[in-house]
C-alpha cells in the first residue's frame, strides 16, 4: 500500500496525489520524519541541445498560480531561478532547511526546461553569486526577466513540473 497517500495528520494538495498516482513523483520519506518528501529525477539535458534546466524553490501559493496559469504570478519581488544540479541543489537547501526564505514557507521544488539561449540572456541582463551557483532574479528587484520567462512558457518553448516536495506531517 502507498502509504503517501493514507498517512494520517498528511494531507497531500491535488496536484500532489495526482503526481504520485502517475508515478511522476516518487515517496522518498524515511522512517521517522516529521514531514512527507515526493522527489523525482532531474531531467537529463544532452549538452549542445539548446537546451537548460532552470529551478525555482516556491511556497504553495506560487505552485498553484504557475499550475493554473502556465506562468509564474509577479508577487515575489526577486523571483530566482538557478540552472543545473547546483542550481537544484541550492533550492533543495530551503526545503532541507540549510537556508532560510524571507517570509514564505517554501513547500516545492519546480524545474523547468528552457531554451538555453533564453536563460544566457536572463543571466546576461542580471546575475547574483549564490552558495555554488549564479541566480538570476526574474522580479522587480532582480533581473526583471519575468515578462522574457512567462513569455516562453506561455509559447511551450519552456516546460515545468515539479521534482520536490516537502509536505509537514
Not at 498517512?7 to 521517522?32: C, F, N, R, W, Y
Not at 532531474?42 to 524553490?57: F, M, N
Not at 547574483?128 to 532574479?137: N, P, R, T, V
Amino acid at each position: 500500500e502507498d502509504q503517501t497517500l493514507t498517512m494520517p495528520k498528511t494531507k497531500l494538495l491535488p496536484h500532489e496525489t495526482a503526481l504520485v498516482a502517475a508515478g511522476s513523483l516518487q515517496d522518498i520519506t524515511h522512517g521517522k520524519s516529521s514531514a512527507i518528501w515526493l522527489s523525482a529525477d532531474s531531467t537529463d539535458v544532452d549538452e549542445g541541445s539548446g537546451q537548460t534546466t532552470v529551478y525555482r524553490h516556491m511556497g504553495d501559493p506560487e505552485v498553484t498560480y504557475l499550475l493554473q496559469h502556465g506562468t509564474l504570478p509577479a508577487t515575489q519581488p526577486y523571483q530566482t531561478i538557478v540552472e543545473g544540479q547546483k542550481g537544484r541543489d541550492y533550492c533543495e537547501g530551503y526545503l532541507r532547511g540549510h537556508r532560510k526564505p524571507s517570509g514564505n514557507i517554501i513547500t516545492t521544488v519546480v524545474e523547468f526546461l528552457a531554451p538555453k539561449a533564453l536563460i544566457d540572456q536572463l543571466f546576461a541582463m542580471f546575475k547574483k553569486a549564490e552558495d555554488g551557483c549564479f541566480s538570476h532574479g526574474l522580479g522587480d528587484k532582480g533581473g526583471k526577466g519575468l515578462p522574457l520567462f512567462n513569455a516562453s512558457l506561455s509559447s511551450g518553448e519552456t516546460t515545468f513540473r515539479i521534482v520536490l516536495v516537502k509536505r509537514k506531517v
